[in-house]
């Protein structure tokens, strides 16, 4: 028997996980750690500046978006990949997703190099894409204006 359930009030899930809780001998529970419109939105609500920035440009160059393009926006690589990081690690501690849930960015490195590794972009899947953009596109575009005033990295 499998159940995908969507939506519910916080009191619903409260419920429906301390009967599951009653049941864990005999259940076998797995967490979806899918990237949907939904958490991609909590994702760029809050998400670091520089991860949300970073998202948001890959979004807005379908998927894909060189380092040089990258560069040339102020963005800084050596922290963009912890900032992301970062955004999905504190999306776990704050229940928006489960853990073990994937970096909805990554970053692409020159092939040919293999002793020396510089970032050459960051991509998103196509599913993991037309999450994003449906939650950019959603609130129209907004994301780059929320939490500015936290820290780049942090």
Same mark, same amino acid.
């Given at each position: 028997?499998?159940?995908?359930?969507?939506?519910?009030? &916080? +009191?619903?899930?409260?419920?429906?996980?301390?009967? /599951? @809780? #009653?049941?864990?001998? $005999?259940?076998? !529970?797995?967490?979806?750690?899918?990237?949907?419109?939904?958490? &991609? +939105?909590?994702?760029?609500?809050?998400?670091?500046? /520089? @991860? #949300?920035?970073?998202? $948001?440009?890959? !979004?807005?160059?379908?998927?894909?978006?060189?380092?040089?393009?990258?560069?040339?926006?102020?963005?800084?690589?050596?922290?963009?990949?912890?900032?992301?990081?970062?955004?999905?690690?504190?999306?776990?501690?704050?229940?928006?997703?489960?853990?073990?849930?994937?970096?909805?960015?990554?970053?692409?490195?020159?092939?040919?190099?293999?002793?020396?590794?510089?970032?050459?972009?960051?991509?998103?899947?196509?599913?993991?894409?037309?999450?994003?953009?449906?939650?950019?596109?959603?609130?129209?575009?907004?994301?780059?204006?929320?939490?500015?005033?936290?820290?780049?990295?942090?």
């Amino acid at each position: 028997m499998e159940f995908r359930i969507s939506g519910g009030s &916080a +009191e619903f899930e409260r419920d429906l996980l301390a009967l /599951l @809780a #009653r049941h864990q001998d $005999v259940l076998s !529970i797995e967490a979806d750690r899918e990237w949907t419109a939904d958490r &991609a +939105e909590s994702f760029l609500r809050t998400a670091t500046p /520089l @991860a #949300r920035n970073l998202a $948001v440009d890959v !979004i807005t160059h379908h998927g894909f978006v060189r380092a040089t393009t990258l560069r040339e926006r102020g963005h800084d690589l050596k922290a963009a990949s912890s900032a992301v990081t970062k955004t999905v690690t504190r999306g776990v501690r704050e229940k928006l997703w489960p853990e073990g849930m994937p970096r909805p960015l990554h970053p692409e490195y020159d092939p040919e190099r293999i002793s020396w590794q510089q970032v050459q972009g960051y991509r998103m899947e196509a599913a993991v894409l037309e999450a994003f953009r449906t939650a950019y596109v959603r609130r129209g575009g907004q994301f780059k204006a929320i939490n500015t005033d936290r820290e780049n990295g942090s």
